[in-house]
């Protein structure tokens, strides 16, 4: 079995984040601070320094301010949508720090859709402040970081394709509606399972509680922790209803993944 790693809840909320702007909910003035959401994002960290971010969410600056992260290894894109790309500039500090470009992956509609919206990333005569430097990596199988062998996981965000990744007994799956048949394969002998439970009530391009509980269930990993969480679901109360096994997660846990 290969050593176990980290992984840090950068951001567990959904793309308004909790609190919501304007709102004033029980959740959103909830003092709870497991109730406090940014967008979603992990950083998985291995034995020896490595560490590999999931999303780059708008608010990378303060989590990573929070979680002490000052290296980043690779980044790996899920999707283009906003929530998921919006803090790509905050790597100009890793550049400055690490003294390289960042290594991204993603498939090939997600990398086309970042050259399109950080085209002045990729323009070499744009003028101005600083750029991030990446380097993009399409990705159609596994692929290796840091001698870890990391697999994309198809799996449906309503209508469209997007990736979830594998790596050893952990596996990643924000914003999803749907679990191919085929990527079910994929996701035999879990550890840990992290998967997108938007709210209870349905919603066409995001899992319910009701249905990330199945679809665990169906799964079988040892546990499940529930990501991409939207303010109708008050930590506490909605934990003391889920079944054993299963939790949400939230902003600043940290596990520890077997293998």
């Known amino acids: 079995m290969s050593a176990a790693f980290t992984v840090r809840f950068l951001g567990t909320g959904t793309s308004h984040g909790v609190p919501m702007i304007g709102c004033r909910c029980a959740t959103c003035r ?18 020896g320094g490595a ?26 894109f899920t999707h283009c949508h906003a929530d998921h790309v919006m803090g790509l500039d905050e790597i100009r500090r890793f ?23 950080f085209a002045y990333i990729f323009e070499a005569d744009d003028e101005g402040g600083g750029v ?45 509606s749907g679990i191919p048949r085929e990527s079910e394969a994929l996701l035999e002998g879990l550890d840990t399972l992290v998967i997108d439970a ?17 679809a665990a269930s169906r799964l079988g990993p040892r546990r499940t922790y529930l990501t991409h969480i939207c303010h109708d679901l008050p930590h506490e109360a909605t ?21």
Request: hydrophobic residues 35%; contains cysteine; proline residues 9%.
């Open 30 to 47: 909830s003092t709870d601070p497991r109730d406090t959401r940014t967008r979603p994002s992990i950083a998985v960290e291995f034995p």
């Open 51 to 76: 560490r590999v971010l999931v999303d780059t969410a708008p608010d990378l600056r303060a989590q990573a301010l929070r979680a002490g992260i000052d290296r980043v290894d690779a980044i790996l």
């Open 95 to 117: 550049n400055v720090l690490q003294a390289q470009a960042v290594p991204c992956y993603g498939d090939r509609r997600t990398l086309g859709e970042i050259r399109r919206t």
């Open 132 to 176: 991030p430097r990446v380097r993009l990596h399409p990705v159609e199988g596994p692929f290796s970081i840091a001698s870890r062998e990391f697999i994309p996981v198809p799996i449906w965000h309503g209508r469209r394709s997007i990736l979830g990744y594998r790596t050893g007994g952990f596996a990643y799956l924000t914003d999803c």
């Open 198 to 214: 938007l709210r209870q009530r349905p919603h066409p391009t995001h899992f319910t509680v009701a249905q990330a509980v199945e």
């Open 239 to 259: 934990n003391a209803a889920l079944p054993d096994g299963i939790r949400l997660a939230h902003d600043g846990l940290t596990i520890t993944v077997e293998g």
